[in-house]
């Protein structure tokens, strides 16, 4: 089992940022590709972004390419996602996710474990 923890998210003012973080504890994180999804109120569940096992190989959906940044510290047992030039549309509950296989981390059904999400509010 691999329990995943999010922090850092609140509101903000669009144009802002905030760092999400995502501690985990468990089996071995290094063993995990990590990611980010998020969900907005009446919609589905998203992919955001992922990271492979040493953050060599990153992904990120069309809607934050360039604006989003996912790290990760394997010493730490750490992923984080960095938000920049936040926009009212990035509202949602963000969720961290992990999964032994990076190629399928853009699926719902490629997540081995969720965290228990927290709220990113960007007001306009």
């Known amino acids: 089992q691999v329990q995943l923890v999010e922090s850092g998210g609140g509101l903000v003012q669009a144009g802002g940022s905030l760092r999400l973080s995502c501690a985990t504890s468990?089996?071995?994180?290094?063993?995990?590709?990590m990611g980010w999804f998020r969900q907005a109120p009446g919609k589905e569940r998203e992919f955001v972004a992922r990271i492979n096992w040493n953050g060599n190989t990153i992904d990120y959906a069309d809607s934050v390419k360039g604006r989003f940044a996912i790290s990760r510290d394997n010493a730490k047992n750490t992923a984080y996602l960095q938000m920049n030039n936040l926009k009212p549309e990035d509202t949602a509950v963000y969720y961290c996710?992990?999964?032994?296989?990076?190629?399928?981390?853009?699926?719902?059904?490629?997540?081995?474990?969720w965290g228990k999400g927290t709220l990113v509010t960007v007001s306009s």
């Open positions: 468990g089996r071995t994180f290094s063993g995990y590709a």
């Open positions: 996710a992990a999964g032994r296989f990076w190629a399928t981390m853009t699926r719902k059904s490629g997540i081995d474990y």
